[in-house]
C-alpha cells in the first residue's frame, strides 16, 4: 500500500464553520505533511511532524491548527478561515529523515471559503 | 536552502525525449537534487534523485553536472500522459523539508 489517502476531497465552508482535514497512510511512514496551493501555483509547505511530534511549522496563521493523533494519522483542523484560505491542501508522508526520503503526496482535498 | 531556477515552460513532441533543465549553482555539498512533477489535480508525484552521479530509473534519467551546479532531467519517450508541471529542488540530506520552486510545464503534444 503505497497510498496517502486524504478525505473529504471537496469542502465548502463559512467563515464562522470548524471543519477538519484527515489524512491517512499505512507505509509505516514516520514524517507527515501539510502543504496548501493555490491555483497555478506550486505548493507551500504548511507544517511537518517528525514521529508525531511538530516539527516545523512555517508561521502558519493559528486559524490552521494541525494534529497527529498517531503516526499513520494526520488532520488539520480549520475555524474562522478567510476566502483568501480557499485552496488545494496536500498532505504528504515520508520514511522520516535520510537521504532517499522521497514524500508520497495524496490527491488532496480542495476547500472553498464562503 | 540553495535555489533553483528552471525555464517556465517547455515544448515536446510526443515520442521524444524530453529534457527539462535546472540551475542550482548554489547547492551545497550535502545537498541532494530531486524532481517531483504534478500532473493536473493530483498531488506531486516522486520522479527521482541524486547526490552527485547520473541516476536512471523506470520514469526518468537525471544527469548532475560535475560542478553540481546544473542538473537534466530526461524522459526518454515522452507520451501525452507525461504533460505536467516539473518540479526541481534542491534538498540537504536528513532534511524533512520539501520547497517547491515555480516548476517547468511541459506541454506534450501529438
Known amino acids: 500500500d503505497t497510498e496517502v489517502t486524504q478525505t473529504p476531497k471537496h469542502l465548502v465552508m463559512g467563515m464562522t464553520n470548524k471543519k477538519s482535514l484527515k489524512c491517512e497512510q499505512h507505509m509505516g511512514h514516520r514524517a507527515m505533511y501539510w502543504y496548501k496551493q493555490k491555483a497555478k501555483k506550486p505548493p507551500e509547505l504548511m507544517f511537518v511532524?517528525?514521529?508525531?511530534?511538530?516539527?516545523i511549522n512555517e508561521s502558519v496563521p493559528s486559524r490552521f491548527s494541525p494534529e497527529c493523533p498517531n503516526s499513520s494519522l494526520l488532520n488539520l483542523h480549520l475555524h474562522a478561515l478567510q476566502p483568501e484560505d480557499s485552496a488545494l491542501y496536500l498532505c504528504?508522508?515520508?520514511?522520516?529523515?535520510?537521504?532517499?526520503?522521497?514524500?508520497?503526496f495524496g490527491e488532496g482535498s480542495r476547500l472553498t471559503v464562503l | 536552502d540553495a535555489k533553483t531556477t528552471q525555464p517556465p515552460s517547455m515544448d515536446c513532441a510526443e515520442g521524444r525525449a524530453a529534457n527539462l533543465p535546472c540551475n542550482h549553482s548554489?547547492?551545497?555539498?550535502?545537498?541532494?537534487v530531486y524532481w517531483y512533477r504534478q500532473i493536473h489535480s493530483q498531488g506531486p508525484q516522486y520522479i527521482i534523485h541524486g547526490l552527485k552521479n547520473n541516476e536512471t530509473n523506470e520514469m526518468a534519467s537525471l544527469i548532475i553536472t560535475e560542478d553540481r551546479k546544473s542538473s537534466t532531467l530526461i524522459l526518454p519517450h515522452a507520451t501525452l500522459r507525461d504533460t505536467a508541471v516539473y518540479y526541481c529542488?534542491?534538498?540537504?540530506?536528513?532534511?524533512?523539508?520539501?520547497?517547491f520552486g515555480a516548476g517547468t510545464r511541459l506541454a506534450v503534444h501529438p
Open positions: 511532524y517528525s514521529y508525531e511530534k511538530l516539527s
Open positions: 548554489t547547492i551545497s555539498g550535502n545537498e541532494y
Open positions: 504528504a508522508s515520508s520514511q522520516g529523515s535520510g537521504e532517499g526520503g522521497e514524500l508520497f
Open positions: 529542488i534542491v534538498r540537504p540530506g536528513g532534511y524533512n523539508k520539501l520547497i
